[in-house]
Antibody
Framework: QVQLVQSGAEVKKPGASVKVSCKASGYTFTSYKMHWVRQAPGQGLQYMGI????????RYAQKFQGRVTMTRDTSTTTVYMEVSSLTSEDTAVYYC????????????WGQGTVVTVSS | EIVLTQSPGTLSLSPGERATLSCRATQSVSSNYLAWYQQKPGQAPRLLIH???NRATGIPDRFSGSGSGTDFTLTISRLEPEDFAVYYCQQFGSSMYTFGQGTKLEIK
């Protein structure tokens, strides 16, 4: 069965970076695009970007360009998302989500990683 | 960027009633690229509908999606206690993915 298992909660100081992992299993890792979505406390879902596990290329939502980097390791079927120059506004739950085979929707989600930015 | 506006913000209904949730886009959205999700507190979103009308695997048939162009609807025919949650629509267009702000479905 498809599973996306994310790394544990993080607490960071303003200005630091955080790297969240998402380990995929139960399907052919390189055959499905992976996305990242975040949710600030009490708020809605915010799209961050996409990574193509087959070739490793990534594309980011405009809001996050220059501050977010998405990578993957095919040997461990894991994708990573790093956010730099953290501020309190980056406090959120970060989700990885697999794109479905019929395209442009998210059929499986990780359990979420809580990132807290506080001095 | 295509903006999705969901209405109402909060919907108060009783179990057994019918729920109608709206998602309106600022530009025409391909029906192929409109999806709906359910999110309960402390949980990740769950895919309900993709391609505007296609139920995801394991989703009960009381959930249905309709619409085209700029207006889409999620209908829950008879509310069960487990259906009270927040619902989001999502689209892909102009090389961007966006979500609506959500509709909270609460017990009346």
């Amino acid at each position: 069965q498809v599973q996306l298992v994310q790394s544990g909660a993080e607490v960071k100081k303003p200005g630091a970076s955080v790297k969240v992992s998402c380990k995929a299993s139960g399907y052919t890792f390189t055959s499905y695009k992976m996305h990242w979505v975040r949710q600030a406390p009490g708020q809605g879902l915010q799209y961050m970007g996409i990574i193509y596990p087959s070739g490793g290329s990534a594309r980011y939502a405009q809001k996050f360009q220059g501050r977010v980097t998405m990578t993957r390791d095919t040997s461990t079927t894991t994708v990573y998302m790093e956010v730099s120059s953290l501020t309190s506004e980056d406090t959120a739950v970060y989700y990885c989500a697999r794109e479905g085979s019929s395209l442009c929707y998210f059929d499986f989600w990780g359990q979420g990683t809580v990132v807290t930015v506080s001095s | 960027e295509i903006v999705l506006t969901q209405s109402p913000g909060t919907l108060s209904l009783s179990p057994g009633e019918r729920a109608t949730l709206s998602c309106r886009a600022t530009q025409s959205v391909s029906s192929n690229y409109l999806a709906w999700y359910q999110q309960k507190p402390g949980q990740a979103p769950r895919l309900l509908i993709h391609g505007a009308t296609n139920r995801a695997t394991g989703i009960p048939d009381r959930f249905s999606g309709s619409g085209s162009g700029t207006d889409f609807t999620l209908t829950i025919s008879r509310l069960e206690p487990e259906d009270f949650a927040v619902y989001y629509c999502q689209q892909f267009g102009s090389s961007m993915y966006t979500f609506g702000q959500g509709t909270k479905l609460e017990i009346k």
